[in-house]
């Protein structure tokens, strides 16, 4: 069974930085996207970054240059990383990690709808005063 256990949320001030971490146990398959979503207050679900197996990456326009997602791996899980440099209040969301097997011939993006992704962790709240 695939689990995702995200952490590393927190408030901050504006101009600060929080790293955020996603634990992927039991997932299988050798070829996949793995992702960074947020929601804020009264906001669609939106992708924010995302990775594949060859650790190529994608970003969102929003957050490029700030953010940078990451992943380490080792037999048994998966460690996907959000690195969020220079927050801003507009960043204040609930961030969510998503997986979802990469089909073959298809690259992963930043700015999936969130029903491409097939599963999710529970969430992590960012906060961000000004």
């Known amino acids: 069974q695939v689990q995702l256990v995200e952490s590393g949320g927190g408030s901050v001030q504006a101009g600060g930085s929080l790293r955020l971490s996603c634990v992927v146990s039991?997932?299988?398959?050798?070829?996949?996207?793995m992702a960074w979503f947020r929601q804020g207050p009264g906001k669609e679900r939106e992708g924010v970054a995302a990775?594949?197996?060859?650790?190529?990456?994608?970003?969102a326009d929003s957050i490029k240059g700030r953010f940078t997602i990451s992943i380490s791996k080792d037999n048994a899980e998966k460690t996907l990383y959000l690195q969020m440099n220079y927050l801003q209040p507009e960043d204040t969301a609930m961030y969510y990690c998503?997986?979802?097997?990469?089909?073959?011939?298809?690259?992963?993006?930043?700015?999936?709808?969130?029903?491409?992704?097939?599963?999710w962790g529970q969430g992590t709240q960012v906060t961000v005063s000004s």
């Open positions: 039991g997932y299988r398959n050798s070829r996949y996207c």
């Open positions: 998503a997986a979802v097997d990469r089909p073959w011939g298809e690259a992963c993006s930043a700015v999936s709808a969130p029903g491409y992704y097939a599963a």
């Open positions: 990775i594949d197996e060859y650790e190529n990456t994608r970003h």
